[in-house]
C-alpha cells in the first residue's frame, strides 16, 4: 500500500458527508448480519494466524505465483466453488449475487515489495509481529478471506455477485499491473474496494483512520542523454550528456505546479559520465511526477518533456552540434482521480466505520484504486485492521489491536453496497454503457 | 605522460626557433660527446632490457617504493655515489659539477596508473612489447640510466651539478607530488627535463616529436550538494541536492572561457539520490577545469565556484530554505604555465633534436614540468625513445625503434644546459634569488 503522507489539516479539508447513513442501521439490525459481525470477532485469533501464514509465503515482485495458489486454495476451502487464476496472476473467487445487479471487487494484493530469497519468517516480539510485508499486504488477504468465511457461515445473500480477488503487481514496478488487467479485462466490474494497511500511529494519535477515496496518480520516467564523448581537454567543444542532463534538470526545477490539485515533479536520482576527465557519453535521471488530479499530471509531463527537449536542443546549439540525444522510458504509470470521480463509495466506506463507532476521513493514497478511480469507476481502498508501520522496509512491524474491526467494516461495506436480499437493496450503481 | 592530444595544426603555429644552436656543433666536434653518442647506440639492447625488467616491477600510485629501490640500486651500480630516497619517495641521484654552476634535473617518473595486483608482465608480440607502463614510463627511467651509464663510460664533466631524478606520483590522483615536494624542497634547481612518453603514432605520422615546453594547468573538483531529503509527494517543497546539482551544471554549461590560450571545463561525472520516490539528500559532480595559462585557470576556477553558490542559493530560495549546502573538494591540481615562463631550455631540448637530425615541435602537456614551468623555472619533457600508444590502458604498447635517440637526445641536452668543462659554457642560468 502506499498511504500518502498527506497531512492531517488537509484530511480535515475533505467532507466528512454521509456519517450517518440509514441503510447501515438497517443492516445492523438483522439478525444473520448481527451473526456474521460476531463470527469476525470470533474469527480474529484465526485472521492472524492466515496472515502470519501468508506473510511467510514469499511473494517477490513479479513472482506471486506460490502465495497467488496458496490464496486460491484458501478461497476454496472458505466455501466458494468458482476460484481461478487469470493470465496476469490474477486471483478471482467470485459468490454470485441473488439478482442482476452490481458487480462489487473486495480485494487486497499478494505481491511485496521485498526481493526473492528475502527471509520472511515473521517474528513475536514485545506484543508486536515483525516480518516482511506482515500487514503490507498480508493482513489485507487475511481480511478478505475472514469476510467471505462470515459470509458462508452467515449464510449471507447479496443482491449483487461480489468478487474475492488477490491482484499480482500492486507494489513499485509492478505498476498496478493486476489492478489494471482485471478492470481492462472485466468491464462488467461496478465497484472496486481495496484492503491494503493498518492504522498508522499517525492516525491512532488522530483519532480515526483514512480511507483512501481519491488517487495520486504517478508517473516516473526515465530520461537517458547520450553524447558523443572525448577528452575533457582534446575535444573540447563536443557536447555533453552530463551537461544536457544539468539543463534539464535547472529547468525542471523551476516549475511551479498548482498547489491544489496537489501535484509535485522530483529529479530522484542522477547518474553520468566516466570519469572527470572524459566528455560525459552518456547521463541519466529519474523523474517523479505525481498529481491528485489527472489533468494537472498530463499537464506538467507536457511541461517536462518540452524541458528535457529544449536541453538537449540548448547543449547541441551551444556547441554547434547534433549529437547530444535523449531516450525516454516510462518506469511507472498510476492514473489519478478524475476531477468528475464519483465518491459515493468512498462515502460508503466512511459510513460503515461510523455504524460500528470508527472515525475515518477521506484522503488520497496511491493503491490498486488508483486504476478504477482512473476510469471513473468508483473505489476506495481501507484497512485490514489492527496497526502498524514501516511498510517498504525490514523494520515493518504489526500489532494485532481491534484487529477485527477491518473485516466488519468490509462486511457491512460489501453489503451495504451489494445490497442483502431483501432486506436493503445495492447501494452501488450498475454502470451506464457497462 | 599525459601528452594532450593538441592538434597538428595548433602545434605548427608554435615557434620554432634555436633550431639552429653553434654549441650543439661545438658539442658534437668533441671527441668525449662522440664516444657517449656512440655508447648510447651500443647500450641500446641493454636499454631495452632494463626498461622490460622496470615495467615488471609493480608501480602502482602511491606504492612506489619497490621500483624506487631497484632504480636507485640501478643509479648506483652506475657509477653514483650519492643517491638517496627523498622523505616523499622520489629517487634522486647527484653527480658533481666542476664548477659552480646551474643545477639541473634529468628525471622520469616511477608511478604507473595501474591498481596494484595487476598483472605486469611484458609480453613481445608482432615485434611489439605490451606491457602495463611499459613505455609509460619505464621508458623514461630506462633512458635515464642509459645516458648516465654514457657519462660515466666517456668521463664526461659537466660544469654545473646535474641530479638523475625518479620522482613519484606523476599520474592522476597523484598529482605531481614526486616533483612538488623536489622543486619544493631543492630551491637550487635552475632546469628540469622530464623524459615521459615515446613518439605517438601521429608525430610519426606528421614527421616530428613534440616536446613539451609549456604546461596545461588543472585544478579538479568535487562538489558535494546535501539537503534534507523526504519523499517526494509528502516533502514536497523540502529543496533537493540534485535539483541543486543541476542548476549549477546548467550555469557551468554556458560558460565560455578564450580559445586562446585554450582554457576548457568539463563536469565528467555526475551521480545522486537514492531513488525515484525520495527528494535527494545527496549529489556529487566531478569537475575538469584546464588552461594552459595560470590566470586564465584561476579565472574560470573563480566563475566556477561562484555559480555553485548561486546554484544553491538559487534551489533554497525558490523553497525558502536554507538547508541545501555544497562541500568541496579538490581532488587534482596541476600548474599550468605562466604567461612569463622562460622557454630557453625548451627551445634547448628542440635544437638538440635537430642536431642529430631530427624535427621536433614545442608543446603543451600536462607532466612533471607543470611543476616548474608554474613556478617560472625552466623545464620541458621530452621522449624517451621508440614510438607506443594506449598508455593507461591495457593495451599500452611499445616499438624498438631508433629508440637510442631519446637517450641522445637528452645527453646532448645536458650537456648543452649544464655545459662541457672546459669546451662549452651551461646554456641553462643560475636563477635570480636562489
Same mark, same amino acid.
Given at each position: 500500500?502506499?498511504?500518502?503522507?498527506?497531512?492531517?489539516?488537509?484530511?480535515?479539508?475533505?467532507?466528512?458527508?454521509?456519517?450517518?447513513?440509514?441503510?447501515?442501521?438497517?443492516?445492523?439490525?438483522?439478525?444473520?448480519?448481527?451473526?456474521?459481525?460476531?463470527?469476525?470477532?470470533?474469527?480474529?485469533?484465526?485472521?492472524?494466524?492466515?496472515?502470519?501464514?501468508?506473510?511467510?509465503?514469499?511473494?517477490?515482485? /513479479?513472482?506471486?505465483?506460490?502465495?497467488?495458489? *496458496?490464496?486460491?486454495?484458501?478461497?476454496?476451502?472458505?466455501?466458494?466453488?468458482?476460484?481461478?487464476?487469470?493470465?496476469?496472476?490474477?486471483?478471482?473467487?467470485?459468490?454470485?449475487?441473488?439478482?442482476?445487479?452490481?458487480?462489487?471487487?473486495?480485494?487486497?494484493?499478494?505481491?511485496?515489495? /521485498?526481493?526473492?530469497?528475502? *527471509?520472511?519468517?515473521?517474528?513475536?516480539?514485545?506484543?508486536?509481529?515483525?516480518?516482511?510485508?506482515?500487514?503490507?499486504?498480508?493482513?489485507?488477504?487475511?481480511?478478505?478471506?475472514?469476510?467471505?468465511?462470515?459470509?458462508?457461515?452467515?449464510?449471507?445473500?447479496?443482491?449483487?455477485?461480489?468478487? /474475492?480477488?488477490?491482484?499480482?503487481?500492486?507494489?513499485?514496478?509492478?505498476?498496478?499491473?493486476?489492478?489494471?488487467?482485471?478492470?481492462?479485462?472485466?468491464?462488467?466490474?461496478?465497484?472496486? +474496494?481495496?484492503?491494503?494497511?493498518?492504522?498508522?500511529?499517525?492516525?491512532?494519535?488522530?483519532?480515526?483512520?483514512?480511507?483512501?477515496?481519491?488517487?495520486?496518480?504517478?508517473?516516473?520516467?526515465?530520461?537517458?542523454?547520450?553524447?558523443?564523448?572525448?577528452?575533457?581537454?582534446?575535444?573540447?567543444?563536443?557536447?555533453?550528456?552530463?551537461?544536457?542532463?544539468?539543463?534539464?534538470?535547472?529547468?525542471?526545477?523551476?516549475?511551479? %505546479?498548482?498547489?491544489?490539485?496537489?501535484?509535485?515533479?522530483?529529479?530522484?536520482?542522477?547518474?553520468?559520465?566516466?570519469?572527470?576527465?572524459?566528455?560525459?557519453?552518456?547521463?541519466?535521471?529519474?523523474?517523479?511526477?505525481?498529481?491528485?488530479?489527472? *489533468?494537472?499530471?498530463?499537464?506538467?509531463?507536457?511541461?517536462?518533456?518540452? +524541458?528535457?527537449?529544449?536541453?538537449?536542443?540548448?547543449?547541441?546549439?551551444?556547441?554547434?552540434?547534433?549529437?547530444?540525444?535523449?531516450?525516454?522510458?516510462?518506469?511507472?504509470?498510476? %492514473?489519478?482521480?478524475?476531477?468528475?470521480? *464519483?465518491?459515493?463509495?468512498?462515502?460508503?466506506?466512511?459510513?460503515?466505520?461510523?455504524? +460500528?463507532?470508527?472515525?475515518?476521513?477521506?484522503?488520497?493514497?496511491?493503491?490498486?484504486?488508483?486504476?478504477?478511480?482512473?476510469?471513473?469507476? %468508483?473505489?476506495?481502498?481501507?484497512?485490514?485492521?489492527?496497526?502498524?508501520?514501516?511498510?517498504?522496509?525490514?523494520?515493518?512491524?504489526?500489532?494485532?489491536?481491534?484487529?477485527?474491526?477491518? %473485516?466488519?467494516?468490509?462486511?457491512?461495506?460489501?453489503?451495504?453496497?451489494?445490497?442483502?436480499?431483501?432486506?436493503?437493496?445495492?447501494?452501488?450503481?450498475?454502470?451506464?454503457?457497462?
Amino acid at each position: 500500500m502506499r498511504l500518502l503522507p498527506v497531512t492531517l489539516a488537509s484530511l480535515l479539508l475533505a467532507c466528512t458527508a454521509a456519517a450517518a447513513d440509514p441503510n447501515y442501521a438497517r443492516l445492523l439490525r438483522q439478525a444473520p448480519v448481527k451473526a456474521a459481525l460476531k463470527y469476525l470477532r470470533d474469527d480474529d485469533p484465526r485472521t492472524l494466524q492466515e496472515q502470519i501464514a501468508l506473510a511467510q509465503i514469499p511473494a517477490p515482485p /513479479f513472482k506471486e505465483t506460490t502465495r497467488a495458489q *496458496d490464496f486460491a486454495a484458501r478461497l476454496r476451502a472458505a466455501g466458494l466453488e468458482d476460484v481461478s487464476i487469470d493470465a496476469t496472476g490474477n486471483v478471482i473467487g467470485k459468490r454470485k449475487g441473488t439478482a442482476p445487479g452490481p458487480l462489487l471487487v473486495i480485494s487486497a494484493h499478494l505481491d511485496t515489495v /521485498f526481493d526473492e530469497g528475502s *527471509d520472511v519468517t515473521v517474528k513475536q516480539q514485545d506484543g508486536r509481529y515483525h516480518g516482511l510485508g506482515i500487514y503490507d499486504d498480508a493482513r489485507g488477504l487475511a481480511a478478505v478471506l475472514s469476510v467471505l468465511r462470515a459470509m458462508q457461515a452467515a449464510k449471507l445473500r447479496t443482491v449483487g455477485e461480489v468478487w /474475492f480477488v488477490g491482484t499480482v503487481g500492486e507494489e513499485a514496478l509492478g505498476n498496478l499491473r493486476g489492478a489494471k488487467a482485471l478492470l481492462a479485462e472485466n468491464p462488467g466490474i461496478d465497484g472496486f +474496494i481495496s484492503v491494503d494497511g493498518v492504522e498508522s500511529r499517525e492516525e491512532v494519535a488522530a483519532g480515526y483512520v483514512q480511507v483512501v477515496t481519491q488517487a495520486t496518480g504517478s508517473r516516473r520516467w526515465e530520461f537517458r542523454f547520450t553524447g558523443p564523448g572525448g577528452h575533457s581537454f582534446g575535444n573540447f567543444g563536443n557536447p555533453s550528456a552530463v551537461h544536457a542532463l544539468g539543463r534539464a534538470i535547472a529547468a525542471i526545477a523551476d516549475l511551479k %505546479p498548482p498547489a491544489d490539485p496537489k501535484t509535485t515533479f522530483n529529479v530522484g536520482q542522477v547518474s553520468g559520465g566516466s570519469g572527470v576527465t572524459a566528455i560525459a557519453s552518456e547521463a541519466s535521471m529519474l523523474l517523479d511526477l505525481r498529481s491528485n488530479d489527472a *489533468d494537472e499530471l498530463r499537464a506538467i509531463e507536457a511541461r517536462v518533456q518540452s +524541458i528535457v527537449d529544449a536541453a538537449v536542443a540548448a547543449e547541441n546549439a551551444r556547441w554547434n552540434s547534433t549529437e547530444v540525444r535523449v531516450e525516454r522510458k516510462l518506469l511507472g504509470d498510476r %492514473p489519478a482521480s478524475t476531477r468528475i470521480a *464519483d465518491t459515493a463509495l468512498g462515502d460508503a466506506v466512511i459510513a460503515a466505520h461510523a455504524a +460500528i463507532g470508527l472515525k475515518a476521513e477521506p484522503g488520497f493514497g496511491s493503491t490498486d484504486s488508483n486504476v478504477p478511480l482512473g476510469l471513473g469507476i %468508483p473505489a476506495a481502498t481501507l484497512s485490514g485492521g489492527g496497526r502498524g508501520d514501516k511498510a517498504h522496509s525490514t523494520d515493518e512491524w504489526y500489532e494485532h489491536v481491534n484487529a477485527w474491526q477491518g %473485516p466488519q467494516v468490509l462486511l457491512l461495506t460489501t453489503l451495504r453496497l451489494s445490497g442483502l436480499a431483501g432486506k436493503v437493496k445495492p447501494g452501488l450503481k450498475v454502470r451506464k454503457g457497462r
